[in-house]
């Protein structure tokens, strides 16, 4: 059975919130990680201190910096156009629909065709 634009569009909805779960996630291990650098930063610059070594001045202007996209309304959703073309299933040249390939062409990479 073909899928249909609109299955194609939900599994695509469902990869990007999984892909968006993922990337909150690792977000979230990143500030973590910065409050312990900040905490070990200060403890190695309090012992060097007490034994004459030098202190640790990195600061975390280093580390990437991550904001959260800006998502668009769900009511303005359905007004823009999707970028697609839709391609009879048995056509000569025709790509197997897989989560894989609907993955592939939402981020924009080559299906290796």
Known sequence: MAKTFTDWMTEGEELYSVAFREY??????????????SAKKDEVNQI?????????DNDNADLARIELP???????????????QIVDRESPGSIPASRNTIAQAL????LGR
């Open 24 to 37: 909150e996630n690792l977000q979230s291990q990143l500030h973590a990680l910065e409050a312990q650098l």
């Open 48 to 56: 060097a201190g007490v034994i004459g070594k030098p202190q640790v």
């Open 70 to 84: 800006k998502t668009e309304p769900k009511n303005d959703r359905h007004d823009r156009k999707p970028l697609v």
């Open 107 to 110: 981020t924009g990479r080559g």
